[in-house]
């Protein structure tokens, strides 16, 4: 038992910090107050997240006790982690870490597979938290009927505007350039190749997932038949993997679009709209893998169940 009222203030936290940090797993200990100590408990979340238990044994008004656990927590994918707070999509782009197709990976198979500092990482990961959220990006809180209208009006439409004009600039730039750059033939390829896949992956989005998806949401759900969004998530899901590694072999070949000195002014036009087509496809694919796909895929099972027993 530590009584906090004995601790000097100064020293109060970082002793209960300390004691937390050396507990074993599935131990606990208790502290005792004249107050209730609830500000400590969300720093301990901040630094610790869920591994944190917290159970007020005694609460007020004269005495405070709280008994303060440490359990095994599930490490977070980095898909999830973007999920949960966008904010932090930023450091692992700076650091090459792919948050959408790539997402499932957790954060120390991630460093290790990538020789990436992890303790640096974490504190990068950590400074994001003191941004404020902006509520236009807290896409995890969103309904998914209306995260799939965001998506079809955002992202939809910024691809079908964007892959004629990449389509022309990069088959120009490799009719021009293709002789000295031979890469610039296989962006091209890679990129008619994108197009193609994407135009009919957005077709059977707007057309066949989400109207499924906002069905599956809808006050009186399903119409009497079970919905088809796990075959079709599974199918789009594919299609992702396709268009993203087609995007990182490009990024590849390119340098990271690193423009040659030979290079002329549609050149520049053509890597920085590649560029910022990669950054919009991941946004994108993440919104989907991430977000709406989980959750679709959690209601489908949970209406088929409810239509299951009302049959039975």
């Known amino acids: 038992m530590i009584d906090v009222t004995q601790i000097a203030p100064k020293n109060r936290h970082q002793i209960i910090l300390g004691t937390f940090e050396n507990l ?6 208790r502290i005792s107050n004249d107050h209730n100590p609830k500000p400590l408990f969300y720093e301990m979340r901040e630094q610790w ?14 005495l405070w006790e709280v008994k303060i656990g440490k359990q095994a927590v599930k490490e977070l994918s980095i898909g999830e982690m973007v999920a949960l707070d966008f904010r932090k999509a ?9 948050f959408c197709c790539g997402g499932k990976a957790s954060l120390s198979e991630t460093c290790k597979e990538k020789g990436i500092d992890r303790i640096l990482l974490e504190m990068e990961l950590k400074k994001t938290t003191l941004a404020p959220i902006d509520p236009s990006q807290d896409f995890n809180n969103w309904e998914p009927s209306f995260l799939c209208d965001y998506i079809i009006n955002t992202r939809h439409k910024y691809v079908l505007k964007t892959l004629p004009e990449l389509v022309f600039y990069t088959q120009k730039i490799a009719a021009v350039h293709g002789e000295h750059h031979p890469e610039l033939l296989e962006v091209a390829d890679l990129f008619e190749t994108i ?3 994407l135009l009919q992956h957005l077709k059977k989005e707007e057309e066949v997932l989400f109207p499924a998806i906002k069905e599956a949401f809808s006050a009186s759900g399903p119409s009497g038949h079970k919905t088809i969004i796990a075959s079709e998530i599974e199918r789009m899901s594919a ?74």
């Open 195 to 197: 197009n193609n896949e």
């Open 24 to 29: 074993t797993t599935g131990d606990s200990f």
């Open 239 to 312: 299609e992702h993997e396709l268009a993203g590694g087609a995007m990182d072999r490009i990024n590849q070949i390119t340098g990271n679009y690193e423009v040659p000195d030979d290079g002329c002014s549609t050149y520049h036009v053509s890597f920085k709209m590649l560029s910022q087509f990669e950054d919009d496809l991941h946004r994108h694919v993440h919104l989907e893998n991430n977000i709406l796909y989980p959750k679709a895929l959690v209601k489908e099972n949970l209406n088929n169940t409810l239509a299951n027993e009302k049959s039975n």
């Open 90 to 98: 930023e450091v692992f782009k700076k650091y090459g870490i792919d």
């Open 49 to 62: 997240g869920d591994a944190v238990t917290w159970e007020y044994l005694l609460n007020g008004p004269d």
